[in-house]
């Protein structure tokens, strides 16, 4: 069984920075691509950010040059550093990660719970 747990949400002024991270626990051989996406009220969920395991990202345009997503693969981690947040960064954080258990297995993708995340005007 593999769980992702996500952390580090909460309520932030406008310009101010939060970082969640998001641990990726159980029987895993390999993770891949680790990724957030956000989902506000009344929204469909977007992709925010993605980092390959070989350290490649890519960022939805609303957010490049104020988050950075990083992982430390020792620990299964993806962090998302975000920085002069805005109110319209307002939502749920969700980390995904593409992880397979076995050497022969096949790669799945999994999802945190969410956390939330309020940025107030």
């Known amino acids: 069984q593999v769980q992702l747990v996500e952390s580090g949400g909460g309520l932030v002024q406008a310009g101010g920075s939060l970082r969640p991270s998001c641990a990726a626990s159980?029987?895993?051989?390999?993770?891949?691509?680790m990724a957030w996406s956000r989902q506000a009220p009344g929204k469909q969920r977007e992709l925010v950010a993605l980092?390959?395991?070989?350290?490649?990202?890519n960022y939805r345009s609303a957010v490049k040059g104020r988050f950075t997503i990083s992982r430390d693969n020792a620990k299964n981690t993806v962090y998302l550093q975000m920085n002069s947040l805005k109110p319209e960064d307002t939502a749920v954080y969700s980390c995904?990660?593409?992880?397979?258990?076995?050497?022969?297995?096949?790669?799945?993708?999994?999802w945190g719970q969410g956390t939330q995340v309020t940025v107030s005007s």
């Open positions: 159980g029987s895993i051989f390999r993770i891949d691509v």
């Open positions: 980092i390959t395991s070989g350290g490649s990202t």
């Open positions: 995904a990660a593409d992880i397979r258990q076995s050497i022969a297995g096949v790669t799945t993708t999994y």
